[in-house]
């Protein structure tokens, strides 16, 4: 994967480097998720797949990127350690330059709510982008975890980066057996047994799990194509409620608006894209 700048207003855009003849570029947009089973998998009209999108668009969010072009030379996005710090990491290598053109931000204008199953994810109008999450798992080594996030506050690359996807050992067995997530190792997960997690080096967050959760959340969310400005409520959320949400919040042009947030309601002042440099 080769991240490279990209110009004002394009956003999150995959292309595809291994697919000759075929429309292969994916806008990173939530009308074009098509599968939320283990991630969260994008495709464009011609069918072509990018999968894994998350933990990269959470970095990005992140970073401060608006508007970025990554070349893929396969269907998935690497998994890295299956945390967003990598990525993170090296677009801090890379840095970061102002765009000649403003911001704009996605208001939500009017309470949003979904349910599926016993998973509850809402969306309320607020003056920054902030998230109360919780987990409940029955297992005593995650059981019931809560974390609340507010941009200005709270810090993407210390308190959420670098927290890991995780499953579970018999979940693991199952997927491998069935030829899914070969790759998938202790190197790039948590896998939690009844007593403990199995990894040796144990966990980087006494809850890593919830604020993986919240990550998952932020890289979904900004397949809005742009910042959100809201608060944000969910029990067990995961991406295909994530993804719901989004369909659920534009289905309703009353629901939301798009801002350079230049007026004086909020706090926040007019900001400029950033892309790669
Ligand atoms: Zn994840």
Redesign the pocket.
């Known amino acids: 994967m080769t991240l490279c700048p990209a110009e004002p207003d394009s956003g999150v855009v995959f292309v595809r480097k291994d697919k000759r003849g075929q429309e292969a570029e994916v806008q990173g947009r939530f009308d074009n998720v098509c599968d939320t089973a283990l991630?969260t998998t994008l495709r464009n009209e011609d069918g072509v797949n990018v999968a894994t999108v998350?933990?990269l668009c959470a970095a990005l969010w992140g970073a401060g990127i608006d508007n970025v072009r990554i070349e893929l030379s396969g269907p998935e996005v690497p998994i890295m350690d299956?945390s967003a710090y990598p990525f993170v990491f090296l677009i801090e290598c890379a840095g970061v330059v102002e765009q000649p053109v403003a911001r704009r931000w996605l208001r939500v204008r009017r309470p949003v709510e979904v349910e599926i199953g016993n998973s509850r994810l809402a969306v309320y109008p607020s003056e920054i982008f902030s998230a109360d999450l919780a987990i409940e798992f029955d297992n005593r080594v995650i059981d019931r975890q809560t974390y609340r996030f507010a941009e200005g506050e709270s810090g993407f690359k210390r308190e959420i980066s670098r927290a890991r996807?995780f499953g579970f050992v018999e979940d693991v067995e199952r997927m491998h057996a069935a030829g899914l997530a070969l790759g998938g190792s202790l190197d790039n997960a948590v896998v939690v047994g009844d007593d403990g997690v199995i990894n040796e080096e144990g966990l980087r967050y006494q809850d890593e799990f919830v604020r993986?959760k919240l990550?998952?959340c932020i890289?979904d969310f900004f397949l809005t194509g742009h910042r959100m400005i809201g608060h944000v409520e969910g029990i067990r959320p995961g991406h295909r409620i994530n993804n719901e949400l989004l369909r659920a919040v534009f289905a309703d042009d009353s629901n939301w608006s798009m801002s350079e947030l230049d007026d004086a309601v909020f706090s926040k002042a007019q900001e400029p894209s950033l892309a790669i440099a």
């Open positions: 991630g998350e933990h299956g996807t993986h990550l998952d890289g």
